[in-house]
């Protein structure tokens, strides 16, 4: 899986929430690569496609995500694998991802079938 395949099974089976890819050719470095917005409620995701357990970000992108998230802003970061799984950690654990890359703990991890009404509550609703 590529990271644009990512951002396509997202979009095509989460089709309440109003998505928005961020191109970072105009743009700050380190922002997330997807804004979304349902009822009113926001999030940020970063995707990413692990290889091996590793998660390649990049210090911007880690700083990013922390910032934003200690203000309040709801951020995530969605990896996916060759082995079909995808897992999704809060933003502001991007230290964490970076170091141990998916040894840490995820707040969500899916299989096929996803379940993308699990995934879409996590990202909007869920306690955050």
Not at 27 to 47: P, Q
Request: proline share 4%.
């Amino acid at each position: 899986m590529k990271e644009y395949g990512l951002w396509q099974n997202l979009k095509r089976n989460l089709k309440k929430p109003l998505w928005q890819r961020i191109e970072t050719g105009g743009t700050g470095r380190g922002i997330a690569d997807v804004f979304g917005v349902l009822e009113g409620h926001c999030c940020w995701i970063e995707l990413k496609i692990a290889r091996g357990n590793k998660v390649a970000l990049s210090p911007e992108q880690v700083g990013w995500l922390i910032k934003f998230s200690r203000a309040g802003v709801r951020t995530f970061i969605l990896v996916g694998t060759d082995k079909k799984t995808m897992y999704l950690f809060p933003g502001e654990e991007a230290r964490e991802v970076l170091d141990l890359g998916l040894k840490h703990g995820p707040r969500l991890k899916l299989k096929l079938p996803y379940d993308w009404e699990l995934l879409q509550q996590t990202l909007f609703f869920d306690g955050y």
